[in-house]
């Protein structure tokens, strides 16, 4: 049991550490509630496994194999892409305001403008 729970542990855990890389490609919803609540879930029960004393957690081996698919769905969920969700995001994609002409101008003139040095330092 140990050797079953190592390896799909360090499977999970490859998994959630390249799921940056993936993630996007995934085809899930974002959901913060959803994948919070699942990684809190997984950390909470590999907690109370590896907290407790031995013999008072009857499926200790099973509970701890359960935590790590918890994790990678939770953090999948967590970091999973907008989708067509109204109030998150930039809306479609389209440059922010902070590239708006006027204020490329304006940033312009201030980073062109002289410099006195500061003569007290």
Sequence with gaps: MFLATLAIAVACVLATSLAP?????????????????????????????????????PFRGLLSLAAFPLFLAGSLLLLADEGDDPGGGDGDG????????????????????PRQPIAGR
């Design 94 to 113: 389209d440059e922010g305001p902070w590239w708006w002409p006027e204020f490329e101008a304006g940033f312009r003139r201030y980073a062109a403008r």
């Design 21 to 57: 890389l993936y993630s996007a490609r995934v085809p899930l919803r974002r959901s913060v509630v959803w994948g919070s609540s699942l990684v809190l879930a997984a950390v909470g029960i590999l907690c109370c496994c590896a907290g407790a004393p031995s013999g008072t957690v």
